[in-house]
């Protein structure tokens, strides 16, 4: 079974431009997940996806920052306009049904640097 | 949301039980710990997870306190492949989400 896909995996911007990441979930995955982590800082939760509804997204700093999941499928985070402090690895979860024993499935993450 | 303490980084030797502590003395009554490891380059990995007993999976075993104000993570062999920084992770209170704290990072000596 394929596991949580990201791409790409690396992205190169300059600040002002605009990057689309996109990940896609274990197939049948209700609950889609980002994070991430800038400036060798830890980990942050971002928003979480239940189908294609927003269920919490307490952690998106600013309104630079869009998700979507439409079709409830995959998902894809945009960043327009970038800035400087935006550097980081973003990691994208997925698990089955989002109750208190769920198993989040991490991708590998896309690692963006904003110059 | 609940807080973790883990220390910052252990060393074992390869072929060696590694015991990882953690401390989640504000963890709620149903809240399940769940552990992660993060390889170099690589997404979070899950390892393990419970509740009030211990728990054990092909990976490793986890012992949790019976006031479950702290819990620790075992691998009973330690290998190479297991130099990673594990996280316990509590769900933040109401949520799903995950709240990493800055987890230990373990290296393992040939």
């Known amino acids: 079974e394929a ?3 990201q791409f790409p995996s690396h992205s190169v911007i300059e600040k ?3 990057v689309t990441l996109r990940c896609d979930p274990i197939s049948g995955h209700d609950n889609l997940y980002w994070y991430r982590r800038v400036m060798g800082k830890e980990i942050k939760f ?4 239940v189908k294609e ?3 919490d997204e307490s952690g998106m700093p600013n309104n630079r920052f869009l998700a979507e999941r439409t079709g409830g499928t995959y998902s894809t985070l945009k960043v327009q306009p970038a800035e400087l ?3 980081g690895v973003y990691f994208c979860a997925s698990s089955e049904s989002g109750g208190l024993t769920d198993t989040q499935y991490f991708g590998p993450g896309t690692r963006l640097t904003v110059l | 949301d609940a807080k973790t303490t883990q220390p910052n980084s252990m060393e074992s030797n390869e072929e060696e039980p590694v015991h990882l502590p953690c401390n989640h003395s504000t963890i709620s ?6 552990w992660y490891r993060q390889l170099p380059s690589q997404g979070p990995e899950y390892v393990i997870h419970g509740l009030t007993s211990n728990v054990n999976n092909r990976m490793a075993s986890l012992a949790i306190a019976e006031d479950r104000k702290s819990s620790t993570l ?3 062999r ?3 492949r297991d130099a990673a920084v594990y996280y316990c992770i509590p769900p933040a209170p109401g949520t799903y989400k995950y709240i990493f704290g800055t987890g230990t990072r373990l290296k393992v000596l040939a």
């Not at chain 1, 971002?46 to 996806?49: D, I, M, N, P, Q």
């Open chain 1, 16 to 18: 002002g431009q605009t």
């Open chain 2, 74 to 76: 075992i691998l009973h």
């Open chain 2, 78 to 80: 330690a290998t190479l």
């Open chain 1, 3 to 5: 596991g949580v896909t």
């Open chain 1, 53 to 55: 509804s927003k269920q």
């Open chain 1, 85 to 87: 402090e935006d550097s």
């Open chain 2, 29 to 34: 009554g149903t809240d399940y710990i769940h």
């Open chain 1, 46 to 49: 971002l928003l979480h996806f």
